[in-house]
């Protein structure tokens, strides 16, 4: 059952919304610059204690908080809430000049993210059917007026800023919608915590998330701005050279260089990306220069590859300790894991250098000298893309202690599903990709070396096929194409003589070498689950537990502590660990299975499971199966194993410090001499939920700036 614990017991809740104005963009810049501007401050201070009428205190206009308020913000006895609380937290520390306790807070938008809600509270309100009022839509024009700096013009007098007295009537709007902000917050909360109570130990995880964000990473502002500045000279010189070549007044522009191309005989659908890369092979396959160095210019200018470089700026503009804060949302995703912001840490160009090549490239790009760095190597905006995980970096008189969780998907997949050879694996060698193939075309472990194609085509089958992924999700793992068959003609007569495809038949045999890539990947999907059947059977137990715990309306446990149960109309999948997955406003549905290609089968109906949850911004119906079940719970028990890991560094005595994570994935700071296997051993450290059948291994890494191992 959700480990709740009444928050309400034997305190009050002091209900909490504020309005506030700062010169610095509170979107491109973040909480912790927005604060700390010396603009900064609080206009409207909204609260209400319990279910008591909303109260306005106008700061803007001279009121102050009652003393009695500010007593119960730093009162245990006082549970204070609001929605996106880290952002009142922060604020009104700021507000008062002392901080303010974070373990006295919870925080709406992360009770809704545990129940499958959205996170904004203007979604919230429409997702939960009407129980708490919608935000009114002029909030964001009011915002604009009187929180942000506004352009100075003629009719305003050349002011930058509106204040109160310039429009009382929109100002008195602007505190009726604090307001009712507040009555909003707290209808939801009520709604969600009298249906399901509060997870408490998930909320005092997200306390230790806060406290991460707060301390932020250290970025080398120096290193960046050089960054900005050369690329920016760089850029220039590459449209003079665009313009030379094509003698364009704008070569930016679309209509004017498919025109270009044109009167050269060459006729391009679109400037997109996959267009360019198709036409550079085809024109570096027949010599033509000129075209190639067009659309590659083309590619450099029409995106920016330091995009990440100026959001390290932006969001440490006025920080003097240079610290990147905010740079996670503490369950971002369905499954508890966190999604990235700002910078966007789970987000960053892949690196392809050693340790010793990322030392020098960093080491160039820090001494300006990009006239060497563009003769080593291929492409500087590339390289410099491929570098922004250096500019996050260790203080003075520490390094950056970086361990990853090896193979953890893998790991808690074997051990939920039972799959014993997977788990000696894990036991011992740990080298699943190699055991993976060997079970899948019965060749002797020790044949499968780091090179071999075999090796290449098991690591294919287990990034793709582990939650019922099939030739769509190889397809996307098979980078390269290295597991592709042979497409040779002779293959090609082969296939088709082999499978009795008449060449007199209407076949296209332009798309024959997508039959054969398929009937590659299905092979060697066949050859994977016959390998662990134990898998596709946990994909079928899972689907049948819920539709089971949906029509009897009964708790249905299945193994290791994991469990099916409906709630007043929310499905919850208890986890290993004590924390639940929630599905909102579940249902089945009947639906009619037919063929797919020359399967021979009759059609059958099958009952679907659906659920409502956020999809491209809309509060809309989506279905899940069984392998989709299974992806979710083996990702929400690997999440859970690294909150685990980064809770102990947070709580105890020991020398690192989390400044981030990435995926599975810790990124501590330490002082010089600390031993990078502590930290493994941390990660590797058994959770006390879970038997001795889940092997845990963590690697890592020392380095005075961040990078990917």
Not at 130 to 136: A, F, M, S, T, Y
Not at 536 to 543: A, F, S
């Amino acid at each position: 059952m959700l480990r709740v614990e009444n928050p309400y017991r034997g305190k009050r809740v002091l209900s909490i919304d504020i309005e506030t104005y700062s010169e610095t963009d509170l979107k491109s810049c973040g909480l912790y610059e927005y604060v700390d501007d010396p603009s900064f401050e609080v206009l409207i201070f909204c609260y209400a204690v319990d279910d008591r009428t909303v109260k306005t205190i106008d700061l803007a206009q001279g009121d102050e908080i009652p003393s009695q308020v500010l007593h119960a913000l730093m009162d245990p006895d006082y549970i204070k809430s609001a929605q996106n609380a880290a952002f009142e937290l922060y604020c009104l520390s700021k507000h008062i000049g002392k901080q303010l306790p974070v373990n006295q807070w919870i925080d709406t938008m992360i009770i809704a993210a545990y129940l499958g809600y959205p996170l904004s509270l203007d979604q919230l309100g429409k997702a939960i059917n009407g129980h708490g009022d919608q935000k009114d839509a002029k909030g964001k024009n009011l915002i604009k007026y009187f929180s942000m700096p506004c352009k100075p013009t003629k009719i305003n007098g050349g002011r930058t800023r509106n204040f109160p007295h310039h429009d009382p009537g929109k100002w008195l709007e602007y505190k009726l919608y604090c307001r009712q902000d507040v009555t909003t917050e707290r209808a939801a909360r009520e709604f969600m915590v009298s249906r399901y109570g509060i997870d408490w130990e998930d909320m005092s995880n997200w306390w230790i998330d806060l406290k991460i964000n707060r301390r932020g990473a250290m970025i080398n502002r120096r290193y960046v701005e050089g960054v900005i500045e050369f690329y920016d000279h760089f850029k220039l010189r590459v449209m003079q050279r665009q313009k030379q070549i094509t003698q364009l007044a704008n070569p930016n522009s679309v209509p004017q260089l498919l025109e270009w191309f044109r009167d050269r005989g060459i006729e391009l659908p679109n400037l997109q990306a996959a267009t360019i890369e198709s036409h550079r092979n085809h024109f570096q396959a027949k010599g033509l220069v000129l075209e190639d160095e067009v659309l590659q210019n083309r590619q450099f200018l029409s995106k920016s590859s330091i995009s990440k470089y100026e959001r390290m700026l932006h969001y440490t503009t006025n920080n003097p300790r240079r610290r990147a804060r905010g740079l996670f949302q503490y369950y971002g995703s369905h499954t508890g894991r966190w999604a990235g912001r700002g910078i966007q840490l789970q987000n960053l160009p892949r690196m392809h250098y050693s340790m010793e090549e990322l030392k020098e490239l960093v080491y160039l790009v820090q001494h300006q000298d990009f006239d060497f760095l563009e003769m080593i190597v291929d492409s500087v905006p590339e390289t410099i893309s491929a570098l922004t995980r250096t500019a996050i970096v260790a203080p003075k008189g520490k390094l950056l202690y970086v361990s990853d969780l090896n193979s953890i998907e893998a790991r808690v997949s074997a051990w939920i599903a039972g799959v014993e050879w997977r788990l000696n694996v894990f036991k011992t060698t740990g080298k699943i990709y190699e055991s993976s193939a060997s079970m899948m075309f019965n060749v002797p472990v020790e044949e499968i070396t780091k090179d071999s194609p075999l090796r290449q085509q098991g690591k294919v089958a287990e990034l793709a096929l582990g939650y019922g992924g099939g030739a769509g999700a190889m397809a996307q793992m098979d980078f390269g194409g290295k597991v592709r068959p042979d497409l040779s003609d002779d293959a090609k007569r082969a296939y088709a003589e082999k499978n009795k495809l008449d060449p007199d038949d209407p076949i296209d045999w332009a798309s024959l070498e997508d039959l054969m890539i398929e009937d590659n990947y299905d092979r060697l999907k066949r050859l994977w689950r016959e390998a662990s059947p134990e898998i596709p059977t946990m994909w079928r137990t899972l689907e049948n537990a819920a539709i089971r715990a949906y029509k009897k309306r009964v708790r249905v446990d299945i193994v290791k502590g994991i469990y099916f149960e409906i709630r007043r109309g929310t499905l919850f999948i208890g986890l290993p660990s004590g924390r639940e997955l929630a599905y909102p406003e579940v249902y089945l549905k009947t639906k009619l299975v037919k063929p797919k290609g020359n399967q021979k089968f009759q059609p059958f109906e099958r009952d679907v499971i659906y659920f409502k949850t956020l999809v491209a911004g809309h509060w809309r119906t989506e279905q899940t199966y069984g392998g989709k079940l299974f992806e979710n719970i083996v990702q929400a028990v690997a999440r859970d194993i690294l909150m685990d890991a980064i809770s102990y560094i947070e709580t105890t005595d020991c020398p690192f410090q989390v400044v981030g994570h990435v995926h599975d994935e810790v990124i501590t700071e330490a002082r010089e001499g600390a031993d990078l296997e502590e930290l493994n051993n941390i990660l590797r450290r058994p959770v006390k939920w879970a038997d001795d059948d889940l092997v845990l291994d963590a690697a890592g890494f020392i380095s005075p700036f961040y990078m990917k191992d």
